[in-house]
């Protein structure tokens, strides 16, 4: 299929898609809770395991993935995969499937999300997308704007959006626990380079010379396809594909887009910590045109956001040289955890786990007094079964809204990608979260949407 055949293809589908609402979705009349929908899956292994644990008992009717080896073992692993049908260009599945799926999971590697996602939105897909939902800033704003127009049941698949713990640490911060949070920090050791040996099953992989050398590109893979939206040249090198991709700048988010989007949840989303007015780096170490740095000190700064004070958020991660301060009244144990978040309140200080859950005081004989005390009454209804699930319950009309549908997932994936801009670029950003733009340094606003390759452009599609 060529391009311009493509482009004039997904244009007329585009005309249609607009005005097609989606055979299930919240509100509007339809099948029972109890029928089955059709779901395919782009990208078929690895993190779709989550996808496909979550979508149990519903029909996996299509596969897409560019990668055959990993479709053959998607579809011979699974009893309920046995039938899909499978693809390796997921825009020829929804073509030629578009009347046989009603929703779409997308686990791909982040430079894909956006275009996966909204060409599903477009035909009136309901959509899971893994974290973090997208690669630059204008993608996100775009996949919020889909949402409005479309009308399909949204989702980012952050598990801990959907435990408990972070229902509880709201009601304990809107029950005054803590008084106003007035800072926060976040942390993560890592990301961990380590030597690749063509065995290991990690993720964090440096070349051994840059640019990465070009290596022969294995039979099982369209490289063409893998690199989908992105502009210019880039050879294949063995490290891309299938995992340490993350850990470059033109494909993934570091370990910003690996963790911050489960570790930071619970502040961002209790504290409504999505348009900072300037965020800046600290401190860095490594890292380069290629490479995302081994460890950063980033800061984020957040006015008054109705009743809630200004709040400053830090985000930390690397070795020794970036371990976040350890509170002082903090016993637990004699280190912090391998990760997490703090808040610093008025009344009390608090901490949440690597999935935004388990919340409890930062002194444990507090902590031991407020449980003898009493939790603050239950408000906020609890999820089963993680966001997948609570996604399928929501198409189905079974259940509210996802919790990270996209008017609060985009929102946190353009502060997230905010700070990815400040550890690249260094420096502070001054950032007009109304204007969409950079005020200070006009000459990163070039990164807020990056160049995209011909064919791939699913910006007409989105009104205004």
């Not at 929703?103 to 893994?130: E, L, N, W, Y």
């Not at 961002?268 to 380069?288: A, F, H, K, R, W």
């Not at 637990?332 to 859950?357: M, Q, V």
Request: charged share 25%; glycine share 8%; proline share 6%.
């Amino acid at each position: 299929m060529s391009k311009p055949n493509r482009r004039t293809m997904l244009k007329a589908g585009a005309v249609g898609a607009a005005f097609i609402p989606a055979r299930f979705s919240i509100g509007k009349p339809g099948p029972s809770a109890n029928s089955k929908l059709n779901i395919a899956m782009i990208g078929s292994c690895n993190i779709a395991g989550m996808a496909y644990a979550g979508c149990k008992g519903e029909n996996i009717v299509a596969l897409a993935d560019v990668d055959s080896k990993m479709l053959d073992w998607a579809v011979s692993s699974a009893e309920d995969r046995k039938n899909a049908r499978c693809f390796t260009d997921f825009r020829e599945m929804l073509d030629k499937m578009d009347k046989e799926i009603d929703a779409v999971c997308i686990s791909t590697p982040d430079h894909t999300h956006f275009v996966a996602t909204i060409d599903a939105m477009r035909r009136g897909k309901h959509v899971c997308t893994q974290k973090p939902l997208t690669h630059n800033i204008w993608e996100a704003r775009m996949l919020q704007k889909a949402k409005a127009q479309y009308g399909v049941v949204t989702n980012m698949a952050v598990q801990g959006h959907t435990f408990d713990g972070i229902r509880s640490m709201r009601e304990w911060y809107e029950a005054d626990v803590f008084g106003q949070i007035n800072e926060v920090h976040s942390w993560i050791h890592g990301p961990l380079w380590e030597e690749y040996d063509g065995k290991t099953n990690k993720y964090w992989h440096k070349p051994s010379s840059l640019p990465p050398k070009q290596d022969p590109i294995p039979a099982n893979l369209n490289w063409d396809l893998w690199l989908g939206p992105l502009a210019g040249d880039t050879p294949y090198n063995h490290l891309f594909h299938p995992k340490s991709w993350r850990g470059y700048n033109k494909f993934g988010n570091g370990i910003f887009g690996d963790w911050m989007p489960h570790i930071a949840d619970a502040a961002v989303s209790i504290l409504d910590l999505t348009s900072p007015t300037v965020v800046e780096l600290e401190d860095s170490e490594g890292g380069n045109e290629w490479l995302v740095p081994d460890g950063n000190r980033v800061r984020w700064e957040f006015s008054q956001r109705g009743e809630k004070d200004p709040c400053t958020f830090y985000w930390y991660n690397g070795g020794e040289k970036f371990r976040v301060p350890t509170p002082k009244e903090w016993d637990w144990s004699g280190w912090l955890p391998w990760a997490g978040t703090i808040y610093n309140g008025e009344k009390n200080n608090a901490y949440t786990d690597e999935r935004s859950n388990h919340p409890r005081l930062t002194n444990k004989e507090a902590m031991k007094a407020f449980k003898a005390a009493g939790y603050p009454d239950e408000k906020y209804e609890r999820v089963e079964g993680g966001p997948f699930a609570e996604w399928v319950r929501a198409i189905k009309g079974d259940g509210p809204e996802p919790g990270a549908n996209f008017d609060f997932s985009a929102p946190f994936t353009e502060m997230m990608l905010l700070g990815v801009l400040a550890s690249r670029f260094g420096g502070k950003i001054e950032w007009d979260s109304k204007s969409m733009r950079i005020t200070n340094r006009p000459e990163l606003n070039q990164f807020l949407k990056e160049p995209i390759r011909e064919g791939w452009d699913y910006s007409e599609y989105l009104e205004g």
